[in-house]
């Protein structure tokens, strides 16, 4: 039958190569008119013809699920389980990308740990754009590098789930992968490189600085210190008026405290007992000194007391 496994196939994780792909999903593939019409009687030369045909990638779309071509021909693929080499050749296609995502898709479902990653590693730098077809019919764009991504760190793509590998680093404490080595680490050496001439060149840039400097003409260091002086005099005639309008504005507050105070009235401080008796003394003596009794003859001061005693006006002799 059409849909038999090649009975030379070898069985893979230990069942049949088709059966990675669910049932529901196969049967979809078998009934659809791509399967039919154009995967009928292919072999691992006359795919190759069929995988440049292809225009995008994807699982199934539709309402009724229908299956892409490039999942019609991983089906075949895995129906006609061409050799490694075969697949390799796939993976290293750099003229068709969509020839390339199918080598890899397919030796992601059959390979082992350490083909998929020495294989699929390197695809990480093609960034070609490449079209999926989602669920709903519609297209998207995505790139090479992001689908091998897909394919090294998740579980589920294109509908079908992906066998389980080991992990990168678990493989490297194994001994069966060596440490991965970016394209770029070449480039990463220069630029070290380059930074360390960078450094050497400061080092030695302050002996050319003094020879530019020396070097200057007369003419740019007059218009130097011509602008310095400008800028200096700038500076301080506009100090000299800052200056000037603090003194202006401090006098116009003296004046105004001056103005306030003749103003307002004078406050006398409340006296306390001792102040009392020395002011009532002071005026006593007044008193003595205007009626007369103080006078130097003893007859006038006399004379005085009496008159003093009878309320007249002491006599001035």
């Not at 079209?131 to 519609?138: F, V």
């Not at 001994?175 to 070449?186: H, I, N, Q």
């Not at 006078?295 to 006399?302: K, T």
């Amino acid at each position: 039958m059409a849909n038999r496994t090649d009975p030379a196939a070898k069985s893979i994780r230990g069942t049949n190569p088709q059966n990675l792909v669910e049932k529901i999903l196969r049967s979809k593939i078998y009934q659809s008119k791509y399967w039919k019409e154009q995967c009928f009687g292919l072999t691992a030369e006359t795919l190759v013809d069929k995988a440049m045909e292809l225009k995008h990638i994807g699982g199934t779309y539709g309402g009724n699920r229908k299956p892409t071509p490039f999942m019609c021909l991983v089906m075949k693929m895995l129906q006609i389980q061409p050799e490694k080499d075969i697949v390799v050749e796939f993976i290293k296609n750099d003229d068709y990308k969509y020839v390339r995502v199918l080598g890899a898709f397919y030796l992601r479902l059959t390979g082992i740990d350490t083909d998929i990653y020495r294989y699929l590693e390197p695809l990480y730098n093609d960034y070609r754009k490449v079209r999926r077809r989602s669920p709903d019919g519609k297209y998207s764009l995505t790139h090479v590098d992001e689908v091998i991504d897909e394919l090294l760190t998740t579980d589920y793509s294109c509908d079908i789930a992906l066998p389980r590998i080991k992990k990168r680093w678990t493989l490297e404490s194994l001994g069966a992968l060596d440490a991965r080595k970016s394209v770029l680490e070449d480039d990463f050496e220069e630029e070290e490189e380059k930074d360390e001439n960078e450094q050497d060149g400061l080092e030695e840039e302050p002996a050319h600085e003094k020879d530019y400097y020396q070097a200057r003409s007369p003419a740019r260091e007059r218009d130097r210190d011509r602008r310095h002086d400008n800028h200096r005099h700038r500076r301080d005639r506009d100090r000299g008026r800052r200056r000037s309008r603090s003194r202006s504005r401090s006098r116009s507050r003296d004046r105004k405290r001056h103005a306030r105070s003749s103003l307002s009235p004078q406050r006398h401080e409340p006296e306390d007992g001792s102040a009392r008796e020395e002011t009532n003394k002071k005026k006593e003596k007044k008193e003595k000194k205007d009626d007369g009794t103080d006078h130097p003859d003893p007859e006038i001061a006399e004379a005085n007391r009496i008159r003093a005693s009878l309320g007249l006006k002491p006599l001035k002799l």
